[in-house]
């Protein structure tokens, strides 16, 4: 059964930081491309940050400078750094893994609330 578990939101001050977390379980984790994907109320879900098998990295142009995506296949969990929060980050964050072959495996986290404000 495949789980994606996320953690580490909650409510911080502009400018502060936080840590997401991502513990995988039930596929290969290491082949995976995993992200983090994020939707504010009234907004469609965007991309935040994904990273390949590879260690390829993308990021929203939102994101860039500030974000910072990271995996350790030991213990099958994907990061997200999150420095120098503003309050259009505010959104639930969620965690995707995405098979590398096809047909593609898409799976989903339930989701972690992120609130910027003061």
């Known amino acids: 059964q495949v789980q994606l578990v996320e953690s580490g939101g909650g409510l911080v001050q502009p400018g502060g930081s936080l840590r997401l977390s991502c513990a995988a379980s039930g596929f290969i984790f290491s082949i995976y491309t995993m992200g983090w994907y994020r939707q504010a109320p009234g907004k469609q879900r965007e991309l935040v940050a994904s990273i390949r098998s590879s260690s390829r990295l993308n990021y929203a142009d939102s994101v860039k400078g500030r974000f910072t995506i990271s995996r350790d296949n030991g213990k099958n969990t994907v990061y997200l750094q999150m420095n120098s929060l503003k309050p259009e980050d505010t959104a639930v964050y969620y965690c995707?893994?995405?098979?590398?072959?096809?047909?593609?495996?898409?799976?989903w986290g339930q989701g972690t609330q992120v609130t910027v404000s003061s």
């Open positions: 995707n893994a995405q098979s590398p072959n096809t047909p593609t495996r898409v799976y």
